[in-house]
């Protein structure tokens, strides 16, 4: 397989305490890769010695099919990132930002720049120092930033902080205009795991700085799980019932929650059955396994 980049046993530790653990990351051209895990599990660290911003103690990088160095300057110019928050300067507009962008990386065509505020929905709003722009706005400039030199590679660190649930609508479906149409690849990290599942077909799954998992995002949707989710008042005796009827395929998961397996069953009839035993329903619906559940029954397993 032709990967664009590759990771080989990466590891950072700070004041003592390990977090990059051996990480081995492949990522294929032309893909659209989802790294997850909660927050400080490792995903910034390892984005930032992707893009030698930080020496790894151990590992290597390799881009394009080189190995990343200190003399690898012309491989980061068909590079594009955010890394954590986004400084700008503060008193330019996001045109100035942005022309001193283009300088920076070499890039001569500004016309670009109309082209990236269009796709970021920020090409009312060039009057305004950067000062002045709410937490989104910046972000939604960083990623006009990250894709104006048209890159090859888009390195993306929680690209949607700060974002509404509608502008994160909009960076999806601009992450996947890039993807499908430029061919651009794209390395996202996110704690939502939900918007991973929406966008990526690749997945990596990070927990305290050891890549668990990386697996094509239809294997995991192969093995969603259809179930019946009950919420009620009393577990024990909701179990103790379900014995009775015969229901071997369920699981208890706390207090409250009950999954039901067995596919075959009326969500209906269940509910009768509970009210008539006295026991308390909560809520009943059926649903799939996401790329949560399989997040944490991984994370769980690894404990």
């Not at 990132?81 to 986004?86: A, F, G, L, T, V």
């Not at 071997?248 to 969500?267: M, P, W």
């Amino acid at each position: 397989m032709d990967y664009i980049m590759e990771t080989a046993r990466l590891r950072k530790s700070y004041k003592g305490n390990v977090v990059a653990d051996n990480v081995n990351i492949h990522i294929p051209k032309g893909a659209i890769y989802g790294f997850v895990g909660p927050n400080g599990a490792g995903k910034s660290t390892v984005m930032k010695m992707i893009l030698n911003l930080i020496r790894p103690e151990a590992g290597e990088v390799h881009l394009f099919g080189e190995k990343v160095t200190d003399s690898s300057c012309e491989i980061f110019k068909r590079v594009g990132s955010i890394i954590e928050n986004p400084y700008f300067y503060e008193k330019m507009t996001a045109r100035q930002n942005l022309e001193l962008h283009c300088e920076y990386m070499g890039f001569p065509n500004k016309e670009r720049i109309d082209e990236v505020l269009q796709m970021t929905d920020l090409q009312n709003t060039e009057g305004k120092q950067i000062r002045h722009y709410s937490l989104g706005m910046k972000q939604r400039l960083a990623i006009a930033r990250a894709i104006l030199a048209r890159p090859e590679f888009l390195i993306l660190d929680e690209p949607i902080n700060a974002l509404d649930p509608e502008g994160i609508r909009e960076m999806r479906t601009l992450f996947r205009r890039l993807n499908q149409e430029d061919g651009t690849t794209i390395f996202i990290s996110s704690h939502i795991l939900s918007e991973v599942d929406l966008i990526a077909d690749t997945i990596g799954i990070i927990r305290r700085g050891k890549l668990l998992a990386e697996l094509p995002i239809e294997e995991i949707h192969r093995h969603q799980t259809e179930y019946l989710s009950l919420q009620v008042d009393d577990v024990n005796h909701t179990a103790a019932l379900l014995e009775k009827m015969g229901l071997t395929g369920f699981s208890v998961l706390d207090k409250e929650f009950i999954r039901i397996y067995d596919s075959d069953i009326s969500g209906k009839a269940l509910s009768k059955a509970l009210i008539e035993n006295g026991i308390g329903l909560e809520s009943i619906g059926r649903k799939h396994d996401t790329l949560e559940d399989y997040f944490f029954q991984l994370t769980e397993e690894e404990k």
